[in-house]
């Protein structure tokens, strides 16, 4: 910022993960904004973002001993629930979630009936409230220790699980996040239809235990490791997003992560 106002620098940067930086002259820059009237007025649009969040960064140091506290208590939730690594994370805004659990359900029903999230569980910040659900880390931890090779990263970012699992649970322990589990998939359930005209099955959503254990009898299938896939080859994105009656279930990547939760603040 200063750099287009000719003022001092007052702010640093702490990389929270392996980053790659690149060295650019003050007088280099400003000759490329001269030059390209679409990359300065790009620049100068983040600019006005980033003076606006820090607007509402300052507006809530009422409740903290001091602003340093502040951005500590922040900068402790973005990398405790690995938004700083995340390229795209699954956010609930506790404003507009009425708790219906329609984006485990939809979630399950599109993975072979296991949900690749927990919605009550995990932490909250604000009024964002950061579910059980994979982050897709630009350094995947899940990918370290993986015998078969089967987790690779797609096109989009997505971290995803492809088959072949040999059930040895080493990216479960290896996640930070608590993200992934060792389930193996329930019997097939019956169709919606026969559930809602003749109560067939147990309904939307991943089956009780109950329901998986009368089914299967004394068969013991195969666990293996299931996560948040975001939905990857299906038509029209994430289940659970989709889902949702309110729109509060939303995708972000980490950048996005302050300005979301700036709305509870514009809103009031």
Known sequence: MAVLGGGRRTASVKAAVGSEVIKLRGADFRALLAARPHVRAATEAAVAERIARNAFIESRKAGYSSAVDLYSDTASFILT?????????????????????????????????????????????????????????????????????????????????????????????????????????????????GWLLFGKGPGPGEPSPTWTKQQLGEEKPKKIAVKCDMCKGLAGGPACVRACPTGAAIRVSPEEFLSIARLEEDAG
């Not at 949900?115 to 990918?143: I, K, N, Q, W, Y």
């Open 81 to 193: 629930e690995g938004l700083g690594e995340a390229t795209d994370a699954l956010l609930i805004d506790e404003n507009l979630c009425v708790g219906c659990d329609n984006c485990e359900k939809a979630c399950a029903d599109s993975h072979e009936g296991l949900s690749r999230l927990d919605r009550e569980a995990g932490r909250t910040f604000a009024h964002l409230h950061v579910p059980t659900s994979c982050r897709h880390c630009e350094h995947p931890h899940c990918m370290a220790d993986c015998p078969p090779n089967v987790i690779h990263r797609g096109p989009d970012g997505e971290v995803f699980m492809e088959p072949g699992c040999i059930g040895c649970g080493n990216c479960m322990r290896n996640c930070p996040y608590g993200v992934i589990r060792m389930e193996a998939t329930p019997p097939p359930k019956p169709g919606l239809l």
